[in-house]
């Protein structure tokens, strides 16, 4: 049966792990000195490891294996990593999150581990308790059982209360660097046979906005039923236009030629890609601009070749700082309005004209 990527390379041991050493550091050394904690909250952004951490220290906790734990390859470590092990259970609050299911969850925590070292429940989506759910939990998460570890993931810290927040270690979980996701996707596309250009795995990385889960699934788009990978593949699949079509708009507002900038705006629109997708990609063009203008190294700050950053050199020789943070500002306010607009082209093209006037 076919599996997702995001599942197909999901880690096995915490060296696998991306973008996230602050924490692997601090597990690693409390399951190394025998001083875990009862309860630990994971916050972060979607798709940065929180539950795949959650299972690695469920791992590390039952692991029977040699040398450093997790060991990934122990009967218990498989176990988990295929849900079968009886003594992690994970709960998604999001569904499950009713007085009724706390009171279900404080009864089982009773009981001893049946087949492993400690008995670890998983609860995603912890925000979602209501607060009578949260009211009830607090008891057994204050006090559990020696041999129980709750570890509580959320994308919304703030929206637990703070009984909830003082019982448990917290550990923040970082979005995760661009250059880790594209030596990674680069990685994960030679083991699944797919010859694809660095250009092309550096967009999806750049679009993935530091959630490799996000980033596996543009990914797997990507080479759909195909063993190779351009940018032009990329560029089209995400409905992302190439730097040319931002380069001529933003000629065209410079020489503050509004028909000929809503010209391009009509062009670009016709071949189906969104207002709102093309209004972001263009202010990520106008802050190169501006990256470029005040650095002198630019290209470990821009996602782009050597021979496009010499063209946007080139551009902003044209363009005053004025002119640039007009633009940003003009464009972030209309990608906020936009979200909301029944005609978001119409917006984007009088924001066109105000820039051009």
């Known amino acids: 049966m076919y599996q997702a990527l995001y599942r197909s390379f999901r880690p096995e041991v915490f060296d696998d792990l991306l973008g996230q050493e602050h924490i692997v550091k601090i597990l690693q050394t409390q399951i190394e000195t025998g001083e875990v904690c009862h309860a630990y909250?994971?916050?972060?952004?979607?798709?940065?490891?929180k539950t795949t951490t959650a299972r690695l220290l469920a791992k590390a906790l039952n692991c029977t294996g040699e040398g450093k734990k997790p060991c990934g390859r122990c009967p218990e470590c498989r176990a988990i990593a295929a849900g079968e092990f009886l003594d992690v259970v994970e709960m998604d609050a999001a569904s499950n999150n009713s007085v009724e299911d706390i009171r279900s969850l404080r009864e089982s925590v009773?009981?001893?581990?049946?087949?492993?070292?400690?008995?670890?429940?998983?609860?995603?989506?912890?925000?979602?308790?209501?607060?009578q759910a949260a009211n009830a939990f607090l008891k057994t998460l204050e006090e559990p059982p020696q041999d129980t570890v709750f570890i509580l993931a959320t994308t919304d810290p703030n929206k637990l209360p703070s009984t909830i927040l003082s019982r448990c270690m917290r550990l923040d979980f970082r979005r995760v660097p661009e250059k880790k996701i594209s030596e990674s996707f680069m990685d994960v596309c030679r083991k699944i046979g797919v010859e694809a250009d660095p250009d092309a795995v550096a967009l999806i990385a750049a679009n993935a906005d530091g959630s490799v889960r996000d980033g596996l699934s543009i990914l797997e788009r990507c080479i759909a039923g195909s063993k190779r990978l351009t940018r032009d593949d990329v560029l089209f699949l995400l409905g992302i236009s190439g730097i040319d079509t931002y380069l001529k708009i933003t000629d065209r507002v410079i020489a503050k030629d509004?028909?000929?900038?809503?010209?391009?705006?009509?062009?670009?629109?016709?071949?189906?890609?969104?207002?709102?997708q093309f209004t972001k990609d263009w202010v990520e063009h106008i802050r190169d601009?501006?990256?470029?203008?005040?650095?002198?190294?630019?290209?470990?700050?821009?996602?782009?070749?050597?021979?496009?950053?010499?063209r946007l050199r080139e551009q902003s020789d044209r363009i005053t700082i004025k002119e640039i943070s007009d633009m940003i500002t003009v464009l972030s306010k209309l990608i906020n309005d936009a979200r909301?607009?029944?005609?978001?082209?119409?917006?984007l093209e009088l924001a066109i004209i105000e820039m051009c006037g």
């Not at 509004?258 to 709102?276: C, P």
């Open 41 to 49: 909250l994971f916050c972060g952004t979607r798709g940065t490891g």
């Open 110 to 131: 009773n009981f001893p581990p049946v087949s492993g070292k400690k008995k670890v429940y998983i609860i995603d989506e912890a925000h979602m308790l209501s607060s």
């Open 258 to 276: 509004s028909a000929g900038a809503l010209a391009v705006l009509a062009e670009v629109l016709s071949e189906g890609k969104e207002v709102l």
């Open 289 to 310: 601009l501006m990256l470029i203008k005040y650095s002198d190294d630019p290209q470990n700050m821009i996602n782009l070749s050597k021979e496009n950053i010499e």
């Open 340 to 347: 909301y607009a029944s005609k978001p082209r119409v917006l």
